[in-house]
């Protein structure tokens, strides 16, 4: 076999774009759903679920966010709006892995869970939530 790594000098670390990652616990309170309904039922449920986890990433550039439950891993392919660095998601029913990559797929972030809270907590009024 060609090594394809060495032969293109691929070793190092700028070719190689970091996921920073932070998993976040289920909530007692969500509601489960069956795994085979889709959208926009789907966002019904998660809409539903009110505990949220707050997110800080830094350095601040554009970024991408996804999540992995299980096998499965999804991507939101629009950058993430963020307040002071940081940003909400619904905790769900089951523990998530979140994840974060840079657009520019070269700057190495920085993600954490910030706080825990009710989805009608004062202090994060304005927080992007997805």
């Given at each position: 076999m060609r090594n394809i790594k060495l032969e293109q000098n691929l070793a190092n670390d700028e070719h190689w774009p970091n996921m920073s990652?932070?998993?976040?616990t289920a909530s007692a309170t969500a509601s489960s759903?069956?795994?085979d309904i889709k959208a926009p039922e789907l966002?019904?449920?998660i809409q539903s679920w009110h505990e949220i986890a707050v997110l800080r990433v830094t350095p601040k550039v554009d970024f991408y966010f996804g999540f992995a439950i299980g096998e499965q891993m999804q991507f939101l392919n629009s950058p993430i709006e963020t307040e002071n660095d940081t940003f909400g998601v619904h905790i769900g029913n089951s523990?998530?892995?979140y994840f974060v990559f840079a657009t520019d797929m070269k700057t190495r972030l920085k993600l954490e869970l910030s706080d825990r809270v009710s989805i009608d907590d004062?202090?994060?009024k304005t927080l992007p939530l997805y």
């Open positions: 990652t932070v998993k976040v759903f069956d795994p966002e019904e449920v523990d998530v892995t004062p202090k994060y």
